[in-house]
């Protein structure tokens, strides 16, 4: 069974930083894509950033490039999302997601972890 498993959420003020980590139960190199996925309530699910072609490419959305990198460790079979100068708007329940089909869109990913909470305060 796979598992996705996402640690390194919390609590931080407007300019902090988080790493958020996600753990997979297999051989992350067995997956396309790894992303991260975001989601605030009342609002829909935003891709973040993933990695493809096992972790040496990256790709980041706009509305955090500049601030948020992603890198993958195959040693660890983890894939994590380094977020700096973190603002209000950053709140959201922060999701990995992995996809083993062989495109990177946000409906081909077919592993969700449980999420982990991100707050920033003012």
């Known amino acids: 069974q796979v598992q996705l498993v996402e640690s390194g959420g919390g609590s931080v003020q407007t300019g902090g930083s988080l790493t958020l980590s996600c753990t997979t139960s297999?051989?992350?190199?067995?997956?396309?894509?790894m992303g991260w996925f975001r989601q605030a309530p009342g609002k829909e699910r935003e891709r973040v950033a993933h990695?493809?072609?096992?972790?040496?490419?990256?790709y980041i959305a706009n509305s955090v490039k500049g601030r948020f990198t992603i890198s993958q460790d195959n040693d660890k079979n983890s894939v994590y999302l380094h977020m700096n100068a973190l603002e209000p708007n950053d709140t959201a329940m922060y999701y990995c997601?992995?996809?083993?089909?062989?495109?990177?869109?946000?409906?081909?990913?077919?592993?969700w972890g449980q999420g982990t909470q991100v707050t920033v305060s003012s």
């Open positions: 997601a992995a996809t083993r089909t062989g495109t990177c869109y946000t409906t081909a990913y077919h592993y």
């Open positions: 297999q051989y992350i190199e067995a997956y396309y894509c």
């Open positions: 990695t493809y072609n096992r972790g040496k490419i990256t």
